[in-house]
Nanobody, 121 residues
């Protein structure tokens, strides 16, 4: 399976941005799609995850109420809607698949390349 994230850019504090992750290649047995992010000189951290079939969602505490993960099964896309963005949300955002629920990089199986989100005035 190949994953490709896109949609990053520069946005002002308080603004919104929607990231997309396109899934292609062989069908994966992974049941979950996730978003991670990595800020400069920091470890990659879990942001949100969604169970592909049922749509069950999980979020890191620092994005609850601001970010929304969703998926479009027909188009094989996973989205991350980011609202009320803060400067500390600045990071490279990655999508990743996993066979089960994960909250760190150890459980991820396939990774897409990252897309940079910069929140600045």
């Amino acid at each position: 399976v190949q994953l490709q994230a896109f949609g990053g850019g520069l946005v002002q504090p308080g603004g919104s941005l929607r990231l997309s992750c396109a899934i292609s290649g062989q069908t994966t047995s992974d049941n979950f799609m996730n978003w991670f992010r990595q800020a400069p000189e920091k470890a990659r951290e879990f942001v949100a995850g969604i169970r592909w079939r049922e749509g069950t969602k999980r979020y890191a505490d620092f994005v609850k109420g601001r970010f929304t993960i969703s998926r479009d099964g027909a188009r094989k896309l996973v989205y991350l809607q980011m609202d009320s963005l803060k400067p500390e949300d600045t990071a490279v955002y990655f999508c990743a698949s996993s066979p089960g629920i994960i909250t760190n990089v150890a459980g991820a199986r396939a990774w897409g390349q990252g897309t940079l989100v910069t929140v600045s005035s």
